[in-house]
């Protein structure tokens, strides 16, 4: 009888599958643009892996090993974005995503100016001095350097907009991003209960993974986007856990620290000193004093009825057809019935409920034409009711 081992060929091929599985998450991370310190500390683990894979043995550890690896060479180590500093764009984009709002869109302004001067350091290109067309050559002398391109990636200042749901703190959070030819990524940090969530969980931990900030940065591809962190405030309302949270915020937004941020399951320093950061708040309670000190606050004061009226007509209402595939020809408006839409019911510092407003009646005036009702469709202040049912909108 033959008592040969008719399992060695398949034990053999579970071997030579383990050993080549380490050695591809070898050569991945060798090829990464990981830091050569951090690189080296995971090839430690990796060749751990490959001398029990060659003795046919499976490693449980192999799941978290590859798990970690795939994080840290996910991370853009060293990618930045090129800035574009061009302020008459930026002025542009705001103007055609935001009515009014010009003290914040000045500030803005002022820091985006700021930081092209701090990006023109070390470039020899010269800006004439404009006097000099009117009076002759001699004075053509030049006032600053200026760069032709973008040299490299500056500090950029910790935002913080204060302000009532509804007053465009996110969305013009987006349109600084699209300005500056940067990356967006929105965090929420409502109802964050776990500092964890920022900071990361541990290895040695059940379930590790990084924490939110790395995401946002494996997210974005670059080492410079613009994080949004939204509704700060909104933290845990526990004491103790709120104190963590702001202290990990302080971390983070501080330009004095977060050049080398630990997170805790990447175990590594990360410089985060060339990210944007704009956060959003309803209110500053509950925010520290530590941490207000780290941010430039910018109030975001409530929409007036006049400037809802202009926002409803060249932005809203024109959004709202186009995605309905309507032409403004279908629907008409009367100058009376517009005070009734902005405020139906009490005062609402956004626009929110204004779009959702819009929204209805269009969507009214869509059913309509559907019916066959003939067209144009105009709304007056009689027949509101029929497009905008009663009591829409905050009471107060």
């Given at each position: ?25 070898k ?18 683990s ?113 935002f ?27 965090i ?46 909104k ?9 963590d ?36 708040a ?41 995605n309905l ?23 609402d ?29 105009i ?18």
């Amino acid at each position: 009888m033959d008592y040969t081992n008719t399992n060695t060929p398949q034990n053999n091929n579970v071997t030579d599958d383990s050993v080549a599985e380490v050695l591809a998450l070898k050569n991945k991370l060798l090829t990464s643009n990981t830091p050569v310190e951090l690189k080296n500390e995971a090839l430690t683990s990796i060749e751990r892996l490959e001398r029990i894979a060659r003795k046919g043995v499976y490693s449980a550890e192999f799941e978290n090993v590859n798990k970690y690896i795939e994080w840290i060479i996910r991370i853009p180590w060293g990618v930045v974005s090129q800035d574009n500093f061009d302020l008459k764009q930026a002025k542009g984009l705001m103007d055609s995503t935001h009515y009014g709002m010009d003290p914040v869109k000045n500030v803005i302004m002022d820091y985006i100016a700021s930081m092209q001067l701090e990006s023109m350091q070390g470039r020899n290109v010269v800006v004439s001095n404009p006097q000099s067309q009117a009076l002759g050559s001699a004075a053509e002398k030049p006032l600053l350097s200026v760069p032709t391109g973008n040299s490299r990636s500056v500090k950029a200042p910790v935002f913080l907009f204060v302000g009532l749901q509804g007053v465009g703190k996110t969305s013009i959070a987006e349109s600084i991003a699209e300005a500056m030819g940067r990356k967006f990524v929105r965090i929420s940090l409502g109802a964050i209960g776990d500092v964890r969530t920022l900071r990361g969980t541990p290895r040695y931990a059940l379930d590790p993974e990084p924490g939110q900030i790395i995401k946002a940065l494996v997210r974005s591809g670059t080492m410079n986007p613009v994080i949004l962190l939204d509704e700060i405030e909104k933290a845990s309302g526990n004491a103790g856990l709120l104190n963590d949270v702001m202290a990990a915020l302080l971390e983070i937004l501080d330009p004095e620290q977060n050049n080398t941020f630990l997170d805790h399951y990447i175990d590594y320093p990360v410089d985060l000193s060339k990210v944007f950061f704009i956060c959003t708040a309803n209110n500053l309670g509950g925010l520290s004093a530590a941490l207000l000190d780290r941010v430039e606050v910018i109030r975001f004061t409530s929409y007036s009825d006049e400037e809802k009226s202009v926002i409803a007509k060249k932005y809203i209402l024109p959004r709202v057809l186009k995605n309905l595939n309507l032409s403004e020809e279908f629907v008409k408006i009367d100058e009376n019935a517009w005070p009734m839409i902005i405020r139906p019911v009490g005062f609402d510092a956004g626009i929110r409920q204004l779009e959702r407003n819009i929204g209805g009646i269009v969507r009214a005036v869509a059913r309509k034409i559907v019916e066959g009702t003939p067209m144009p469709i105009i709304i007056t202040v009689e027949n509101l009711n029929q497009y905008l049912p009663p009591d829409q909108g905050p009471l107060s």
